[in-house]
């Protein structure tokens, strides 16, 4: 049979190794929940991108109606 120094060297290696195990395991926990906080801060971010963005074209497409008036405007004045 194996040495009893030699077993306890073993069993210390594989104490070890569940602890290592366990941490690394909360550790994934944290990383998961770390990637979940981040992909929602991420879509909402988006969200709030492609709002910008919407009032943005808006804003663009009201712009040939403002030139168009204030020119009309302008030229109503120049008349008078």
């Known amino acids: 049979m194996s040495d009893p120094s030699q077993l306890d060297l073993v069993t210390e290696r594989v104490e070890r190794l569940l602890v290592r195990y366990e941490e690394l395991t909360r550790t ?34 009201r712009l040939p109606e403002i030139s168009a008036s204030r020119q009309a405007s302008s030229s109503t004045q120049e008349r008078t």
């Open 28 to 61: 994934n926990a944290l990383l998961y929940r770390q990637i979940d906080a981040l992909s929602q801060e991420r879509d909402s971010l988006k969200s709030r991108l492609n709002a910008a963005r919407a009032r943005v074209d808006s804003l663009l497409e």
